[in-house]
């Protein structure tokens, strides 16, 4: 079968003299992202050989704990919607919508 089109993603992330990151900026052509910058980033891969995750987790050193947190809770209730999507489990997604809840709650995100 032909590949008809391709599409890449570029991640590039800048090190300090300690190599801890100070600058992340992404692209997606088909996205029409061009070297934009970010303040952390999340990367899971599925290594279906070896039936794991791999995963890299990358934040600047400038950004800020309260910020890190709204990140980790969109991420979850973003990871919530998605396994929706691909299992159709509705239980376990509404399991994980209450714990988003809850750790918002715990965190004072919501008012």
Known sequence: MAKLHTSEITLK????ENRVPEELTWSAQDGGIDNEQAKAMLLSVWDSKNRESLKIDLWTKDMPVDEMKI???????SLSDTFMK????????ATMKDFCDYFAEKLELKQ
Do not use: C, S
């Open 13 to 16: 992330v800048g090190l300090d």
């Open 71 to 77: 990140f980790f809770h969109q991420t979850l209730v």
């Open 86 to 93: 691909a299992t159709q489990d509705e239980k376990m997604t």
